[in-house]
């Protein structure tokens, strides 16, 4: 089955810095790689995802990176707020699957 | 859209006693629905996969005739914690596919139940 790892566990940066948390899988037929946040004792929420078929994706102060031959996606944060706090989770899952896999989670934590 | 509700949010109960937990989609349908379970500080793991009208896929290590699981709609899934102990105490949390139709699973959450067993 998917294995996905997530790295770092913890991550700590100042204010108006950028932020990147990245994430392997090991099966190489995964296509989809949603992005979740989740604050403290809340629902995980999607804030972005990418398709096999592209390599980049952004979203403003958001953008998620692709590469399909070394099995590894990343999120970048930009210009980093207090309120981008959180604990990020990154998943991978295949189109014929079901479910997602998650990786083990990242807490930001944004120093004003 | 892709509203996903969980009910209730927190409940204490005895050790003994079942709990249930409804996840409802809102204002979509799901064919399938997720539960998960979240102890503090990690991850979401996966406990089992619900499909409407069928029996849920249980994962590995997840006792199903601890955790009953039905899936009488397409808009309702409810999780059972049945003779609830200590240990059972977690954060249990739903998602729902959604109908994307285009074959990804992207899944939207519920806001989660916290159940505390005395």
């Known amino acids: 089955g998917e294995n996905v790892e997530q790295h770092p566990s913890t991550l700590s940066v100042q204010e108006g810095d950028s932020a990147v948390i990245k994430c392997t899988y090991s099966?190489?037929?995964?296509?989809?790689f949603p992005w979740y946040k989740q604050e403290l004792g809340k629902r995980p929420q999607l804030i972005i995802d990418?398709?096999?078929?592209?390599g980049e994706k952004k979203d403003q102060r958001i953008a998620v990176t692709l590469n399909k031959t070394a099995k590894h996606f990343s999120l970048h944060i930009t210009e980093t707020q207090p309120e981008d706090s959180a604990v990020y989770f990154c998943?991978?899952?295949?189109?014929?699957?079901?479910?997602?896999?998650f990786g083990t989670g990242t807490r930001l934590t944004v120093i004003p | 859209g892709a509203v996903v509700s969980q009910h209730p949010s927190r409940v204490i109960c005895k050790s003994g006693t079942s709990v249930k937990i409804e996840c409802r989609s809102l204002?979509?349908?799901?064919?399938?629905m997720f539960w998960y379970r979240q102890f503090p500080k990690q991850s979401l793991m996966l406990m089992a996969t619900?499909?409407?009208?069928?029996?849920?896929?249980?994962e590995q290590g997840v006792e199903k005739d601890k955790f009953l699981i039905n899936h009488a709609s397409l808009t309702l899934s409810t999780l059972t914690v049945t003779s609830a102990h200590p240990e059972d105490s977690s954060f249990y949390i739903c998602?729902?596919?959604?109908?994307?139709?285009?074959?990804?699973?992207?899944?939207?959450f519920g806001p989660g139940t916290r159940l505390t067993v005395l």
């Open positions: 204002d979509f349908q799901a064919t399938t």
């Open positions: 099966d190489s037929a995964s296509n989809y």
């Open positions: 619900s499909n409407e009208g069928s029996k849920a896929t249980y």
């Open positions: 990418i398709r096999s078929n592209v």
């Open positions: 998602s729902a596919r959604g109908g994307s139709g285009n074959g990804y699973n992207e899944q939207f």
């Open positions: 998943a991978a899952s295949t189109s014929g699957a079901n479910n997602l896999f």
